[in-house]
């Protein structure tokens, strides 16, 4: 316990000293790069959904090619079937099982996590930005009012004094 | 099956261009796929007739104008059999094979080429490998060889396609013969089996053959000296006729396509480069 304890005391006096660090957004140059070699083909298992069963061939003609991926070490399954080309959705299908993959190895140094991040942040960036525009604006008229008031509390205590 | 009332409202909902798309498709997943696929590649004035005319079973590869194939995106028109992902599966299978086996100078005929679709995909695939190749093509149809031709100008290939009868081809020597021949016998292609747009659009002369298909890619495979072929087909009896056909020198096996079912012959009788391997079972 006291092992746990001193750790997470240490982490917390060794924290970074970045006063603003949860407002820095990751540049978009810099993302983490896409986690193309968490793939490896023999950990995959490929098939391709056509929906139904069928004599196929010459007799059907199909649109539509579904791919579905599953990767065996942890039982991720994905599908793609965004485009009319299979070869196309079998790239997709690799590109989304390497983001599950990063996020679970690498949680939130991971790109998707990174990129989410990002997003998250420009949002609330933007926010802040008119939040602070409109907060302005009413400081502003509140300012506007309180002197008014003021004067107004003056012009009353110079004529109960009997000045003016 | 009927398609529920239920479906057709849901459908609506989401586009009034939906519906129509359910007849052909009979599942509203594959009806929105499609309607996302014609609003990405047609401009917008044209969305309304494509609905229509798919809604009619035109297949979508005809409204669209093209057919993906590896990576490539094949011209489709009427006139020309749309490839099929099987073929596709196959032909990746044998580019595969002739890569990892660096087959060198290999001289190769595709017969019933239709859009060039096997060849093409060969050729540029070999090109990029590196590895020095020739490939003829034929199709009994001018139709077919037109298209081919545009989609060999589409990607710059190589391959010099013709337009023969396979019947009456002058013997020249190859290394391996393909084909996609027609193989739907004329019971079997008025039955439910063959779906509505196959039957009403696709060209029948490229669907509709059996056996004497076979007999001739035999004696074609033989008079050009070639030892591989593959051939694509549909019944198990028409992989026994090539079975019975060729001499004893042949190892002869079947493939299935990722769906189980029977695709492909294929036959060999060279020791090093024998495309057999492919195979699920011997014969």
Redesign the interface.
Same mark, same amino acid.
């Given at each position: 316990m006291m092992g746990i304890r001193t750790s997470g005391l240490c982490r917390y006096l060794l924290r970074p000293q970045v006063p603003c660090r949860e407002y820095v957004i990751p540049k978009k140059t810099k993302l983490p790069p896409r986690p193309k070699w968490l793939i490896k083909e023999e950990d995959i298992e490929e098939s391709f959904i056509k929906g139904g069963s069928g004599p196929g061939g010459q007799k059907i003609n199909k649109t539509n090619s579904k791919v579905q991926l599953k990767h065996i070490p942890t039982g991720i399954v994905v599908t793609s079937q965004h485009s009319r080309s299979q070869e196309q959705n079998r790239q997709k299908a690799r590109e989304i099982l390497a983001e599950k993959l990063d996020l679970m190895e690498n949680g939130p140094k991971s790109r998707v996590a990174v990129v989410t991040e990002r997003k998250v942040k420009l949002k609330q960036s933007k926010q802040k930005k008119s939040h602070r525009k409109y907060r302005k604006i009413e400081e502003g008229r509140a300012k506007e009012k309180e002197f008014e008031e003021l004067v107004n509390i003056e012009d009353e205590i110079d004529q109960m004094t009997g000045r003016g | 099956m009927r398609i529920s009332p239920k479906t057709i409202r849901e459908a609506r909902q989401i586009s009034r261009l939906l519906p129509p798309l359910l007849r052909p498709?009979r599942?509203l997943e =594959?009806a929105t #796929?499609?309607l996302s *696929?014609i609003k990405r590649e047609l401009p917008k004035s044209a969305w309304k007739n494509a609905v229509l005319q798919r809604m009619n079973h035109t297949?979508? #590869?005809y409204i669209l104008g093209t #057919? $993906?194939f590896?990576?490539m995106?094949l011209i489709t028109k009427p006139g020309v059999?749309?490839p +099929? *992902?099987?073929t596709?599966?196959w032909a990746v299978k044998v580019l595969d094979f002739l890569i990892s086996n660096s087959a060198n100078n290999i001289r190769i005929l595709d017969a019933c080429t239709g859009t060039g679709c096997i060849p093409l995909l060969l050729n540029s695939q070999l090109q990029k490998a590196g590895i020095p190749h020739t490939i003829k093509a034929i199709d009994i149809s001018p139709r077919a060889i037109e298209i081919a031709n545009e989609n060999s100008t589409k990607y710059s290939s190589t391959v010099e396609f013709e337009q023969q009868n396979l019947f009456t081809l002058k013997p020249e020597p190859f290394d391996l013969v393909t084909s996609?021949p $027609?193989?739907?016998p004329m019971k079997?292609y008025l039955s439910t !089996? =063959? !779906?509505k747009? =196959?039957r009403r659009y !696709?060209p029948k002369e &490229?669907?509709i053959g059996d056996l004497e298909f076979y007999t001739q890619l035999v004696h074609t495979v033989d008079d050009c000296d070639a030892d591989n072929f593959i051939f !694509?087909l549909?019944y198990q009896t028409q992989a026994e006729h090539v079975k019975r056909l060729v001499s004893s020198e042949w190892t002869v096996g079947t493939l299935n396509?990722? &769906?189980g079912?029977l +695709?492909c012959v294929i036959g060999s009788k060279n020791m090093e480069l024998n495309l057999t391997s492919l195979c699920n079972t011997i014969m």
């Open positions: - | 498709t599942s =594959v #796929q499609e *696929w297949p979508l #590869q #057919q $993906p590896g990576d995106d059999l749309i +099929r *992902w099987e596709e599966e996609n $027609p193989y739907i079997d !089996e =063959v !779906e747009s =196959v !696709e &490229a669907l !694509e549909g396509d990722s &769906a079912n +695709r």
